[in-house]
């Protein structure tokens, strides 16, 4: 049995009707998932598969909180879940995407493993940056940051590279306007 077995659902096996499964997903789970964008979180999820026959008809509800590093200071910082999405699915021959929200899997297989599926919805719901509140970033890391994008000597004017012997010579708005430009 695989780590990941208990988030199979055994599509070819439900009756009509609706049915609800119930996850719990939290640190352990993620560390599972093993994908790049969360490694903790307690987020609950339901699914509810609506069987009509031959297509069924997965509803999603994520809700929780995860825990990704801060863009500015690299710590952890937490951001909430709360995505709803929804997935038809229906069985053939092979496994294919039909569209963006309708996918065929094998009918000899029958059941559908939403565990990745439950992982890219909560990823999809994160933002791009993520970062802690205003004054709530490690202030020891803040610090270095600034050391670093502000290093000795950036307060200096910045002479231009002229070639020997030449000087940079001032002139005033007139002058560089020229007289084409007179009214």
Not at 104 to 133: C, D, Q, T
Not at 138 to 155: C, F, I, Q, V, Y
Request: hydrophobic content about 40%; overall charge negative; charged content about 30%.
């Amino acid at each position: 049995m695989g780590k990941l077995d208990a988030y199979k659902i055994p599509l070819d096996s439900l009756s009509i009707g609706t049915h609800v499964f119930e996850f719990q997903l939290d640190t352990p789970w993620f560390e599972l998932m093993d994908g790049p964008d969360v490694q903790k979180g307690k987020v609950k999820a339901i699914v509810r598969v609506i069987n009509t026959g031959r297509l069924y008809d997965l509803r999603f509800e994520l809700t929780g909180v995860v825990e990704v590093p801060c863009d500015r200071c690299l710590d952890d910082v937490t951001i909430e879940v709360d995505q709803k999405s929804q997935l038809f699915v229906k069985l053939g021959p092979g496994f294919y995407e039909e569209s963006e929200d309708m996918i065929v899997i094998p009918e000899k297989e029958g059941a559908l493993n939403v565990a990745w599926f439950l992982y890219e919805l909560i990823v999809l719901g994160i933002p791009m940056r993520h970062v802690h509140a205003p004054g709530k970033c490690n202030k020891a890391m803040m610090s270095k940051l600034k050391e670093h994008l502000t290093g000795p000597g950036d307060e200096d004017e910045i002479e231009p590279d002229l070639p020997d012997g030449e000087e940079f010579e001032a002139i005033d708005d007139d002058q560089a306007l020229g007289s084409d430009w007179e009214d």
